[in-house]
């Protein structure tokens, strides 16, 4: 089994195991595209790389595109049809394929959204969204940061690299939910203690007021993601900015790397 074929299939576990519907918020959806808005996917034909179990999607349908297709290749595709069933719109399409070797004849939008950072081959995936977008159409990536997240990778990557071969339930059930109870009730107190200035060197501080939002159920999902996949790569903005670079049919005027909650880039562009 490849590298990223036993990272599809350990997501499949987190993804399949939720109740039906979105995960997400239509709030943390917005956030995760901006600076995109519904004028980008409106009557636009659009692509998800890695696309779980349709959280995103059930979003994007709400934009109203002409067309909606993701893709993914883990069995959390089950769920996300299940999903996307509830929707009023017919206009989608879930298929079950490694989004690395993906080939369309192109989408007006394609987005990749928490997917690049657990690939084997990260540029890889990049290239595949770059590869699926037609001229004239946009991308639009999310990552974790290097910057921003030095707790998380002193602390928590040395867990997951033993959690992630545990039993899914075991990882969820007897290690996410007593690890994350700490940070829930600290990111508690920091959304109510926001207003203090000086409370802004403290750790995850923009990320904590983010998820500070949620209920702890969300915090044990973020927790479980953390700790069941294989391989996580932690990317710094100087390599995003290089990436982009090196494709030339990018119009170098349209990208954009912008640094979201402290601790992640969103980035993308426009094609010639």
């Not at 069995?75 to 206009?91: E, F, G, H, R």
């Not at 904590?208 to 044990?220: H, P, Q, V």
């Not at 069941?228 to 995003?240: A, E, F, G, K, N």
Request: proline content about 4%; overall charge positive.
């Amino acid at each position: 089994m490849s590298e990223d074929l036993k990272t599809a299939a350990a997501f499949a576990n987190s993804w399949n195991h939720l109740q039906l519907g979105s995960v997400y918020t239509r709030e943390q959806f917005e956030d995760w595209f901006r600076p995109l808005t519904q004028k980008d996917a409106e009557g636009k034909e659009v692509l998800e790389l890695g696309c779980g179990n349709g959280s995103l999607l059930i979003h994007l349908l709400e934009w109203h595109p002409q067309k909606a297709v993701g893709i993914d290749l883990g069995d959390a595709v089950l769920s996300a049809k299940k999903n996307l069933s509830l929707s009023p719109c017919s206009n989608w399409e879930v298929i079950q394929e490694d989004l690395v070797s993906f080939q369309s004849r192109g989408f007006d939008l394609v987005y990749c959204i928490g997917v690049l950072h657990h690939l084997k081959s990260p540029k890889k995936g990049l290239e595949a969204v770059i590869r699926n977008v037609r001229p004239g159409g946009r991308f639009h990536c999310w990552v974790y940061a290097k910057e921003g997240n030095g707790i998380i990778r002193c602390f928590v990557e040395p867990i997951r690299k033993i959690s992630s071969r545990l039993p899914w339930w075991f990882t969820k059930y007897f290690l996410a939910t007593p690890l994350v109870m700490p940070y829930y009730v600290y990111a508690k107190c920091l959304s109510v203690l926001k207003t203090d200035r000086k409370l802004g060197k403290l750790p995850l501080y923009d990320y904590s007021l983010w998820i500070g939002k949620r209920e702890f159920k969300f915090f044990r999902h973020v927790a479980f993601d953390q700790l069941v996949t294989p391989q996580t790569t932690y990317i710094d903005r100087d390599t995003i900015i290089s990436w982009l670079r090196n494709f030339r049919e990018i119009d170098p005027d349209s990208t954009y790397v912008i640094m979201r909650n402290g601790n992640s880039w969103k980035f993308g562009g426009k094609l010639k």
